[in-house]
């Protein structure tokens, strides 16, 4: 795991994160095997969520967290003591990427989008015992610097590295998401699967979804692991 000085220039580190049941759960939802009352619905071209919501599915979803001290680790590398805002769980099957070069927090043309203040992810995906095969390209620094608009800010790609995320199955990705990346396209006929946690401050939580319960409930049931 890298520096929190590390972090803040990259914008991206690697977190050991490993759960059996976490595998199997998922390695069953990709093959369609879903428990009762839940589904994969579209969301993006290509691209499925777990409904109606995630922390409701299983328990290990959550406590895969505690197992693996990831409060802990992400608190180290941000010097932040973020609050779990929402988890979810995506099936991905197609082969051009859903969701090229982007951010999720930016300001162009004078307007903001996203979460501001950003917020973190991290994103568990699971190769299961199979060879790494790529899932995300990060702008490695974009964190650190967003252009006005979105063509300058597109420039960055002439100028900054870029880092690829692989599937593993012994760590999970975190990463700002004031950073720039795009999801990298599965091959022709097969499908992947992740597990993504969401995190943001918690008086931004508060403030802005107060009236949602199910992102309340996910702030507090992971205050309480």
Do not use: C
């Not at 590390?6 to 069953?28: A, C, H, P, R, V």
């Not at 691209?47 to 680790?73: F, G, H, M, Q, W």
């Not at 990346?181 to 992740?194: L, T």
């Not at 918690?202 to 309480?224: A, F, N």
Request: aromatic share 12%; net charge neutral.
């Amino acid at each position: 795991m890298s520096t929190y000085k590390d972090f803040y220039k990259s914008g991206l580190t690697q977190l050991d994160f490993k759960s059996e049941k976490i595998d199997n759960l998922l390695n069953d939802i990709l093959k369609n095997n879903l428990k009762d009352e839940f589904k994969l619905i579209s969301k993006y071209p290509g691209s499925y969520d777990l409904r109606p919501n995630v922390i409701d599915y299983d328990r290990a979803i959550l406590a895969a967290l505690k197992e693996n001290n990831i409060k802990e680790k992400i608190r180290k590398t941000t010097l932040v003591d973020y609050a779990l805002f929402h988890v979810q769980i995506r099936v991905v099957e197609s082969n051009f990427s859903y969701m090229d070069w982007h951010r999720d927090t930016y300001t162009y043309d004078g307007k903001d989008y996203g979460k501001m203040p950003n917020g973190v992810k991290v994103i568990y995906y699971p190769a299961f015992g199979q060879n790494p095969k790529p899932r995300l390209d990060f702008l490695v620094g974009s964190n650190r610097v967003t252009l006005f608009d979105r063509r300058n800010d597109m420039s960055l790609l002439n100028y900054l590295p870029r880092a690829t995320v692989q599937t593993s199955d012994d760590t999970a990705l975190l990463f700002e998401t004031s950073g720039m990346h795009r999801v990298v396209p599965e091959e022709k006929g097969d499908r992947s699967i992740r597990l993504i946690y969401n995190f943001l401050y918690k008086d931004q939580i508060i403030e802005d979804h107060s009236d949602d319960e199910l992102h309340m409930r996910t702030m507090k049931l992971y205050e309480e692991l």
